[in-house]
């Protein structure tokens, strides 16, 4: 006896085709999907990835920041959590890509 239904088929991905005008703002820019309603449902765009690049690379220069002043401070020796090796270890981690990545 076999009481398992099966479920319906996915529905078919919709594609959305940019004329030459509308590709060439995306370029530029950024495209937003909007409901019905007007309520933003996703964006993307190559816009959007600058400034979210922009944003984390701000954030790292402050953590740097606080970093340096932090190992200013250090004047004995100094017990850390687990979980503070972790944190700086990670930070270290990201300003050594940060730093592989500038050009030279």
Same mark, same amino acid.
């Given at each position: 006896? %076999?009481?398992?239904?099966?479920?319906?088929?996915p529905p078919r991905p919709c594609t959305i085709k940019l004329?030459?005008?509308q590709y060439a703002f995306y370029q530029q820019s950024h495209i937003q999907i909007l409901s019905p309603e007007g309520v933003c449902l996703a964006k993307f765009g190559d816009e959007?990835?600058?400034e979210a690049e922009?944003?984390?690379?701000?954030?790292?220069r402050e953590q740097i920041c606080l970093l340096e002043v932090l190992f200013?401070?250090?004047?004995d020796d100094v017990r850390l959590p687990p979980e503070a090796f972790t944190g700086l270890a %990670?930070?270290?981690?990201?300003?050594n890509e940060f730093l592989h990545k500038q050009p030279e």
């Open positions: 006896m %076999d009481n398992v239904t099966s479920l319906p088929p004329d030459s005008t959007l990835t600058r922009e944003t984390a690379l701000h954030q790292l200013d401070q250090i004047t %990670d930070m270290l981690g990201k300003v």
